[in-house]
């Protein structure tokens, strides 16, 4: 099956500063959703982009949809301790279930 | 409007067990879809159930099964219980069958498998 692989597998940042993470596949993919999962809860969706070369920002986070579909990248500016948790790529093909990277534990030192 | 609920929160099973976890949509979504996630890693598709039917299947056994109700909610069974089934199951319901960008996932079951 796809293999979606992310990157870094866990960061550690001060209070502030810039993030950023991405999620590369050996597959095409027509829709790039990214989540976040705090500890005993499921994924919360972020944000999701459908187009190639799409980018799109929702408050401080912003991602790409990469030309080739085959990639995505993820920023989050000026971050701050609730941004804490581990965050999911995933794709969609045209079938109906998602496929998601093996996630990037982010903490932020206050 | 309420979200995804799933119950038990957490659950302890014996090794060849049989198991059921519930799952109730979010008011207004008909298609429920399910989720292992094991510990470190993503979510894995098991599959999507709607108006009642299986709908799409990821690559598990015939030993996960499940069902919707026709208000919608559903269950997920797993028979003859393997210590790999230790993991995080996760519900999610949305609007339509193939909108999964309207995906509203519960907080999940922890099933330990000893």
């Known amino acids: 099956g796809q293999q979606l692989n992310q990157s870094p597998q866990s960061m550690f940042i001060q209070e502030g500063e810039d993030v950023s993470m991405n999620c590369t596949s050996s597959?095409?993919?027509?829709?790039w959703l990214w989540y976040k999962q705090d500890p005993g809860e499921g994924p919360v969706l972020l944000i999701a982009l459908y187009k190639a070369g799409e980018l799109t920002s929702n408050g401080r986070l912003t991602a790409q949809f990469g030309i080739t579909r085959k990639d995505s990248f993820l920023n989050i500016s000026a971050s701050i301790p609730s941004d804490v948790g581990i965050y999911f790529c995933?794709?969609?093909?045209?079938?109906?279930?998602?496929?998601f990277g093996t996630g990037t534990r982010l903490t932020v030192i206050p | 409007e309420t979200g995804v609920t799933q119950s038990p929160t957490h659950l302890i099973k014996t090794r060849g067990q049989q198991v059921t976890l519930r799952c109730s949509s979010q008011?207004?979504?008909?298609?429920v879809s399910w989720y292992q996630q094991a510990l470190g890693q993503g979510p894995q598709f098991i599959f999507q159930?709607?108006?009642?039917?299986?709908?799409g299947r990821g690559n598990f056994p015939p030993r996960f099964s499940g069902l919707q109700f026709p208000n919608y909610s559903s269950e997920l069974n797993v028979n003859a219980l393997e210590l790999d089934d230790s993991a995080l199951y996760l519900c999610?319901?949305?609007?339509?069958?193939?909108?999964?960008?309207?995906?509203?996932f519960g907080s999940g079951t922890r099933l330990t498998v000893v």
């Open positions: 597959s095409i993919f027509n829709t």
């Open positions: 008011s207004g979504h008909n298609t």
């Open positions: 999610a319901s949305s609007p339509y069958q193939r909108q999964t960008y309207g995906y509203t």
């Open positions: 995933a794709g969609q093909t045209g079938a109906n279930n998602l496929f």
């Open positions: 159930y709607y108006r009642e039917e299986e709908n």
